[in-house]
């Protein structure tokens, strides 16, 4: 089989029938396979339809072998019953999903050098960086291996998937901590939106040297979300770099948002299924900030925000060093060594800050004022902020509210990225 290029002929997206028939296509010379693994994201990307892929190739592939699914947790929170159910559907059972922990479950295949990462990163980072995956996916027993996910601007790499659901999703602490500061460091604004940034040149020179034995092939989604339904506007399918660099060109032209002038007041809803943590509920924070105007205001409603880190000791340290801004973590990841020994949390840190530029206000019902505030945002009572921001009378893109006021409203960041011309 060649490579699958699918685009959307119409705004009502890829049908169910044309998905089902090309997800079959891209099985159809792998030969009689025995054992299949599946990575899909998790609930986290809820969005891409990667859950509705994975079900099918499930119907596609269990009457004639075994089908095990890793979902790509990278750090956060193992999946439960129900969300497995919503996204995945309820005809897999449960005991073909298995748990990825990225501290116990990885073995090093290898390392990018510090030559290497010196040098793309123009001289900012000059270490080498370890190379961890999932023991699973270097077990022969699999015939085929089926890496599944969508293709989104991404504040680390500049464009999620691809390889990154493998060296990341399925991923240990050495290359999840060092590829989140080698972004942080070379600068978010530089990144997001684009393909060959610093990070993707690292998963690309771990893909060509670490995993050309591994039989793996890639299933990526482009999709937006029109009134709260998800569309599949491309799908591509395959092994080559190739599949990657047209969905990323699709996703550039579905998934950027240019606005004409910088926002003053921007409203953005986190679903509260989705987002349950400020670590995955800042995609409010670094999505908006290339839009927001110096001066302005975002306000994050989140009425599913329990905690800070989906990790404990993540989780500890957000709430010990606090969103304190780019130069200021800098200088604590020199400084103290439970920071340095986590430089994923340290990227998170610069990744939700505004770095004093605008105001970051969370409107919350399950995490305290003084929680918030110790982590240098604003707090707002969600019940009562909503009264005045009601997303059930609001639209995507500008309201004019009843007092006159103007925002500009996103009712899922996870999909898009703002920046203003």
Sequence with gaps: MGEIYVKATTAKGISDIELRKRLKESLSDKG????????????????????????????MLKTDCVVDILPAL???????????????????PLDRFIVHNWKTDVVKIGEVPAEYVCEISEGLVNN??????NKRILDPIYDLIISIGQ???????????????????????????SSHMLGAFYGMERIMGKDHSPVRKVFDYAEEYFLAEIPLMYVLTVTTAEHGRAVIHGLFAGRKRKIFEEAVKLSQKKNLIYVSEPFEKVVVLLDEK??????????????????????????????????FGEDPENDRLIRKYGYAGREKVLKLVSEKEDLKNNLSVAAHLIHGSSDG?????????NISKEEIESV??????????????????LKDGYNTLESGERIFYISN???????AE
Excluded at 359 to 365: C, E, F, K, M, N
């Design 128 to 133: 080498c960086i370890d190379v961890e995956l």
């Design 151 to 177: 293709v989104v601007p991404h504040e680390v790499v500049g464009m999620a998937n691809y390889s990154k659901n493998v060296f990341v999703g399925c991923g240990g602490s050495s290359m999840i901590n």
């Design 376 to 393: 240098y945002y604003k707090y707002a009572p969600y019940d009562k902020t909503i009264v005045k921001y009601d997303p059930s009378k």
């Design 274 to 307: 989705e987002f349950k943590s400020t670590w995955l509920g800042n995609k409010a924070v670094y999505r908006t900030r290339m839009a927001i105007k110096t001066g302005g205001e975002l306000i994050v409603l989140a009425p599913g925000i329990k905690k």
């Design 413 to 419: 960041p996870a999909l898009g990225l703002w920046i």
């Design 357 to 365: 530029r605008f105001s970051i206000t969370y409107a919350a019902q």
């Design 32 to 59: 009689p396979l025995k054992k299949v693994l599946l990575i899909p994201p998790d609930f986290t990307r809820f969005h891409s339809q990667a859950g509705k892929i994975t079900a099918m190739y499930y119907e």
């Design 74 to 92: 990278g750090t956060h929170d193992p999946m439960s019953e129900p969300e497995i159910r919503e996204m995945y559907g309820d005809k897999i």
